[in-house]
Each structure stands twice: as structure tokens, then as C-alpha cells.
Nanobody, 123 residues
Framework: VQLQASGGGLVQAGDSLRLSCAASDSFSGDTMGWFRQAPGKAREFVAVIWRRAGRTYYADSVKGRFTISRDNAKKTVYLQMNSLKPDDTAVYYC??????????????????WGQGTQVTVFS
């Protein structure tokens, strides 16, 4: 499966963005996640939507501001980002795979990745 992320941009603190991640093939059986990487920092978990029942999990830093969703028919996963902060500035990556629940927070447990989309938030 190939992923194509889009929707990043340059926004002011407090603004919103919606990232999209389109897949080349069905991912309905996979868990889909968003990660981000700021300059000089390791890639970090942002959000994930579980393959079964659509349960969602979020990093504490984005909980209440970001929402992950998926449309299996459109083969697309979304990340709605509200109340953006300068600390949210990073390249955002979507990923898919079949991690077990206890390992969804680690990038190592995802099998395929998108190319990343830049999000820059200025104050």
C-alpha cells in the first residue's frame, strides 16, 4: 500500500488544518496512524485509529485538539487539527500496519508510510 499525505501549510497559532492521507489500495483491515517529526527531534506518535471498531488514541499533547478519522470507502485517513500551536510545527506522516494495541505508539510497528506533509504554525 502506498500513502500520499496532503493538507499541510503555514498557519497562525489558533488556526485549523485538516491533513489527508490517501491510500493506493484498501486499508480497511489495517490500523492507521499519524506521526510527526520536528527538526532535530525523533519521530513521535500523534494519533491512531484502530482497525477494528475505529477506536482512537492520541498523544497527550494533542488530545482535545486533534481528531483522527478514516473513510475506508475513500481509502483515506484524516487528521483534523484545531487550536494549532507553534509546538505543533513538524512534518506529519501517515502510516499503516497491524501493531498490537500495546505497540501502537511506536513508529517501528507500522509497515508502510506516506511521504510527509509540512505543518508550520507561527505565533
Amino acid at each position: 500500500v502506498q500513502l500520499q499525505a496532503s493538507g499541510g501549510g503555514l498557519v497562525q497559532a489558533g488556526d485549523s488544518l485538516r491533513l489527508s492521507c490517501a491510500a493506493s489500495d484498501s486499508f480497511s483491515g489495517d490500523t492507521m496512524g499519524w506521526f510527526r517529526q520536528a527538526p532535530g527531534k525523533a519521530r513521535e506518535f500523534v494519533a491512531v485509529i484502530w482497525r477494528r471498531a475505529g477506536r482512537t488514541y492520541y498523544a497527550d499533547s494533542v488530545k482535545g485538539r486533534f481528531t483522527i478519522s478514516r473513510d475506508n470507502a475513500k481509502k483515506t485517513v484524516y487528521l483534523q487539527m484545531n487550536s494549532l500551536k507553534p509546538d505543533d510545527t513538524a512534518v506529519y506522516y501517515c502510516a499503516g500496519g497491524n501493531p498490537i494495541l500495546s505497540s501502537i505508539y511506536s513508529a517501528d510497528n507500522y509497515n508502510y508510510w506516506g511521504q510527509g506533509t509540512q505543518v508550520t504554525v507561527f505565533s
